[in-house]
């Protein structure tokens, strides 16, 4: 009992001592530290009171500095008023900061503001990287957005593309979606044969009966 307290305090001496190195490095600009000794207070861990409106702060002075991760974490802080007065405005800048720097959880915020707001266009070009970077979610989404014509002027066999990808991925909404595009002829020259595998392929995945969601004509 005696040697797990010694143990306890010993790494809550190091946590501290840790934690003012890393306000040194923080306040001698460090970027890197600025940002973890923001999060850290922004929340109250590894041995530190939370303290959001100090933890906003550092946050951003390290997104001033670029940071990606911070500009990320000080767009939610933001969206949700912690450490800050809310701002969608503010939120939305430092979430497009992030994003340009290839933030895939900046982009996701982003997609989902647009799609929530009714911006298809917008959640569209935020959708994209995470696309590309081979995420199953939203190829599938960016692909509907496409066949919808809700992305803007995309050629469908883009929107055939994406689904392709996710439906690859085992997505099973994906897979119905691909039988679709062949039953339709959607970026793709009809093929029963084609729509009737993709068709069993989202069964198998455990999706919703066909029948039930796609009308052949």
Request: hydrophobic share 45%; proline share 3%; with cysteine.
């Amino acid at each position: 009992m005696k040697r797990a307290a010694a143990m306890i305090v010993a790494l809550a001496l190091a946590a501290c001592l840790h934690n003012e190195q890393l306000a040194d490095a923080a306040a001698e600009g460090n970027a890197a530290a600025q940002y973890e000794y923001g999060r850290r207070l922004l929340g109250g861990e590894m041995g530190l009171s939370a303290n959001p409106h100090q933890g906003a702060l550092w946050l951003t002075a390290a997104s001033l500095r670029g940071h990606a991760k911070a500009q990320s974490l000080l767009g939610w802080c933001y969206a949700v008023g912690r450490g800050v007065e809310k701002s969608p405005a503010e939120s939305r800048k430092w979430y497009e900061a992030a994003a340009s720097q290839g933030s895939a959880v900046a982009c996701l915020q982003l997609a989902k503001a647009g799609l929530q707001e009714h911006r298809e266009a917008d959640a569209a070009r935020w959708l994209r990287p995470l696309a590309e970077a081979g995420f199953d979610g939203p190829q599938n989404i960016l692909g509907k957005l496409l066949l919808l014509d809700k992305g803007g002027a995309i050629p469908q066999s883009e929107a055939q593309r994406y689904l392709r990808f996710a439906a690859m991925n085992g997505d099973a909404e994906a897979c119905l979606l691909m039988g679709y595009c062949y039953a339709k002829g959607i970026g793709v020259p009809k093929n029963t044969t084609l729509m009737n595998s993709w068709l069993r392929m989202a069964a198998q995945q455990g999706g919703p009966e066909a029948s039930g969601l796609i009308h052949v004509d």
